[in-house]
């Protein structure tokens, strides 16, 4: 159980860290400081993705135990596993106001220092938390109307929600494969180191270019505030349909890495 809980927690996190890179971006082009906030969003991106990999020390476990009584049992923990996806991405979605008023301050604060320690001594203190709180923004309903997805790409978004469920499912249902496969157990996480490594380039080639370019013509005035707005809130939202969507990948999934591993 606390295997679980720590599993879910950390999960959580990764998700609502990526989500909340967003804010980063949308900060830096109000502010006009582009390049520090693709420095830090890059950051945050980076830890976010390499520490799914780590997602799989907390989660074998579960695979483990359940292969040797029913492997079945796991299917219940990994369900835990990717509802506390949506959970983190949820959350970053209902802080994304405060995220962005915050990350400006942050923006300031690292190109004052230059470097993301001093930075962080320079924030982490009481005084900083105090006056953090004059920066909370509570969403609004309305923000919901706007978000109709004229002028963003349909691709994009569908896209999107595609790679963001293959990401989220990929350690888990290679997990779930070797739990009836205990003896292939290395290749399943092989594949699961495969099938991230697919989503994670997708998302380098297919979709990071296309953000950046849509960026690049907020910042030169050839698109508006507004649609950087709706840009942003429809990529996170179609990150919140693909944590969903991988829920619905799970068992396929694993039974298709099952299927390959039994062709050697």
């Known amino acids: 159980m606390t295997m679980l809980l720590l599993a879910c927690l950390f999960t959580l996190l990764i998700h609502a860290s990526e989500t909340a890179a967003y804010a980063v971006r949308l900060a830096g082009i109000r502010i006009g400081k582009?390049?520090?906030?693709?420095?830090?969003a890059g950051m945050i991106v980076l830890v976010s993705r390499t520490s799914n990999m780590f997602q799989g020390m907390l989660t074998a476990g579960i695979a483990d135990n359940a292969g040797l009584t029913d492997p079945h049992l796991a299917l219940a923990p990994f369900?835990?596993?990717l509802i506390s996806s949506s959970v983190g991405t949820a959350i970053a979605i209902l802080l994304f106001p405060t995220l962005v008023a915050l990350s400006a301050r942050m923006i300031a604060h690292f190109e004052v220092t230059g470097s993301i320690p001093l930075m962080l001594k320079a924030t982490a203190n009481i005084h900083s938390v105090k006056r953090a709180k004059r920066h909370i923004r509570l969403p609004r309903l309305e923000m919901l109307s706007r978000l109709r997805v004229g002028g963003v790409p349909k691709r994009l978004i569908v896209l999107n929600v595609a790679v963001t469920a293959i990401y989220t499912v990929g350690v888990l249902a290679a997990l779930y494969a070797s739990a009836f496969t205990p003896d292939g157990k290395s290749q399943a996480t092989m594949s699961s180191a495969l099938i991230n490594g697919i989503a994670?380039?997708?998302m380098t080639l297919f979709l990071d270019p296309r953000v950046a370019l849509l960026t690049d013509r907020a910042m030169s005035g050839k698109a508006s505030q507004e649609s950087m707005n709706k840009m942003f809130g429809l990529l996170m939202l179609s990150r919140l349909a693909g944590t969903i969507l991988a829920q619905v990948l799970l068992v396929p999934a694993a039974a298709f890495i099952r299927w390959t591993l039994s062709l050697y």
């Not at 582009?34 to 830090?40: D, E, G, P, T």
């Open 200 to 202: 994670t380039i997708i």
């Open 79 to 81: 369900r835990y596993v």
């Open 34 to 40: 582009l390049a520090v906030a693709l420095s830090l």
